[in-house]
């Protein structure tokens, strides 16, 4: 217990009843707004520009995120955190410039409605069943790391505290909607952010500023602490020659391409007021997540200077902030870092449930649900999502490994027929679904190939130090397994955009490529230079855009 004979324990733990109560009485308040599923989806569509941003950063800006960045730097440097918090920031760059502009535009109340009106009823099976699948394991992962924290900063039965965790995230949840969580998000963010600031800036002191974390810099496995590239001699993470550089990629694309196609990320920019707004919110988030979450894995690089050697670096940013801060912020900092697990989990919940009551029902009962029908639907789909994610989590009980399925299945299964769509206008609905069922089939040869071969298991010894869970599988060929899986992802990226082009093309008279309409069934126009994101700053702190206002 990380707490254990810390005076001020009880500060602490007042702080995060606290927040508890907050993020209660926020779901009560926001219910009582939510008139239907449009409010409890996406907001309205009401968001400003400052919420919009916030709600996105704050959504990606885990608990587990931040602890497992310093833990990882403690051992890789900059190479082992390529995966979040660089990765992830590029993501919402791309998105920002390629993506969120168009699904704003097009008023889709899921990603999945993309896919429904872009191609055919089969890829939006697919879609669903990869969103849903994905939120459980990645709602499971945190529901683990919640049960971790508890177990392991206040000595609670980790069982015990998963069900404590889920069971308030999904309370508020079901009441408020997209209003609670992104309320919640601003005020998340800005408790996170600080709380990580002071951290850093306190042990920047404590090894003589800048210049110290500079000079001598190491960590435990890399030589290079700050360099993001494979290095000669040591390669990435230990793996060397192509097979370094296959996982290199994978890293940056893991989540800087495979969460583009999520429902958590474009939700925020579909609630967005205006187009602008959205393309802007994805900019700021993305400023805002590199430039905070850098400190994560720079406080690890720190500690590594000041304290080599540790056996245990699970908690190391709590160390870190019990050993140089006050105990004021010390104890605003933990319960910060404990609210930022649920405003993970609240958007994974909603995300799931919404591509189920949007999207999967009517395809089912060949009728879309309307008003309160509608709105309750989607409520108990938020307690189912939150139930199943409980037993998967009770299951597996790692965060690691659940993590890599949630993103990975959407790199190599959703994001080649979103991208294709959105700017190919012979992107076909064959080509879709072969990218999408040969890119998931690929990628489950390829790990078993990568496995058996060896080559995902190069450094085994090494490699098994780098899962940021909370308790670290020890058996080698578990953790050579996982980083098959990763290394596999780049060879069914690859396969998904082969077969995307190959069979569009070869399909068009057979299967013609559909004009991609809103989510009225109005045309869109495809011209590129409407989708990208590059549109007037100002217009982001407006209402409604000036294009908007002369299109209307």
Known sequence: MVLEGYQYAWLVFLFIALFFVVRILVGVWA??????????????????????????????????????????????????????????AACLFISGFLFVRLMRRAKYLT??????????????????????????????????????????????????????????????????????????????????????????????????????LIEGAGSTYVSQPFNLLPIKGEGYLGYTGATGWMYWLAAWMAIGLGSVATQDLMQRSMAARNQATSVYGSYFAGVLYLFFGIMSPLIGIMTYKLSPGMEDTSYLLV???????????????????????????DSSLLAGASAVTENLIP??????????????????????????????????????????????????????????GMYWKKANSSGANAAFIGGFVVWILA??????????????????????????????????FWDSVYIASFTAFISAILLMVVVSLATQKKDPAKKLVDYYGEPIDMNPRLHLGALPIKDAFRKISKEEKDAT
């Open 319 to 345: 160390h870190a902030a019990m050993s140089h801060m006050p105990a004021l912020l010390t104890a605003i900092f933990i319960a910060a870092l404990v609210s930022a697990l649920m405003s993970t989990s």
């Open 111 to 212: 990603i999945v409605d993309f896919f429904e009106r872009r191609y055919n009823k089969l890829t939006v099976v697919l879609s669903v069943i990869a969103q849903v699948l994905t939120y459980f394991s990645w709602t499971a992962a945190q529901i683990v790391a919640g049960g971790a924290i508890a177990q392991g900063i206040f000595g609670l039965d980790p069982v015990w505290g998963m069900v404590l965790v889920i069971t308030i995230v999904a309370g508020y949840t079901m009441m408020g909607g997209m209003m609670a969580d992104t309320m919640l998000d601003f005020f998340q963010m800005f408790l996170t952010s600080i709380g990580i600031t002071l951290v850093f800036v306190f042990m920047l002191k404590a090894v003589g500023g800048f210049p110290g």
């Open 447 to 480: 790990t078993f190939f990568f496995f058996n071969t060896g080559l995902g298991g190069q450094s085994t010894a090494v490699v098994c130090e780098y899962t940021p869970d909370m308790g670290a599988f020890s058996d080698g060929w578990w953790c050579s």
């Open 31 to 88: 219910g009582r707004k939510v008139q239907d599923n449009t409010d409890y989806i996406v907001a309205g569509r009401r968001l400003p520009i400052h919420m919009a941003a916030a709600s996105i950063m704050a959504t990606w800006f885990a608990a587990e995120t931040l602890m497992g960045a310093s833990e990882t730097a403690y051992d890789y440097g900059f190479q082992g955190v390529v995966f979040d918090p660089f990765g992830a």
């Open 363 to 420: 395809l089912i009962t060949g009728k879309k649900m309307e008003g309160k029908k509608a709105l309750w639907a989607t409520r108990i789909m938020v307690l189912v999502n939150a139930v199943v994610a409980l037993a998967i989590a009770l299951w597996a009980q790692t965060i690691y490994e659940l993590s890599v399925v949630a993103w990975t299945l959407l790199l190599v299964g959703l994001f080649t027929p979103f991208a294709f």
